[in-house]
């Protein structure tokens, strides 16, 4: 069974730095595109950032110059190095991966049970 396990969330103060990690474990054949998401109480989940399986990578306005997404393959692990965190950074943060089971077949759609960033002085 794929699991998505997230890593990295806790409390800073703004200005200060945080590294998250989604590592897969299971069997599988790739994982394809992973992005991170977060969510706060009573508003829908947004997207955070993204990156394909060839390391093309995309971002919210709201992160870019803050955030850097990356992804080590050979590890089947993705970060979010989050710097100059603010306030309205926090947020519970949730990694998806698009992930092929075998050779040719479609891609499952997984999310991590998030990690808590909390951004308070």
């Known amino acids: 069974q794929v699991q998505l396990v997230e890593s990295g969330g806790g409390l800073v103060q703004p200005g200060g730095s945080l590294r998250l990690s989604c590592t897969a474990s299971g069997i599988f054949f790739r994982i394809n595109d992973m992005g991170w998401y977060r969510q706060v109480p009573g508003k829908e989940r947004e997207l955070v950032a993204g990156i394909t399986s060839d390391g093309s990578t995309n971002y919210a306005d709201s992160v870019k110059g803050r955030f850097t997404i990356s992804r080590d393959n050979a590890k089947n692990t993705m970060y979010l190095q989050m710097n100059s965190l603010k306030p309205e950074d926090t947020a519970g943060y949730y990694c998806?991966?698009?992930?092929?089971?075998?050779?040719?077949?479609?891609?499952?759609?997984?999310w991590g049970r998030g990690t808590q960033v909390t951004v308070s002085p």
């Open positions: 998806n991966a698009r992930i092929m089971p075998i050779r040719y077949a479609v891609d499952n759609d997984y």
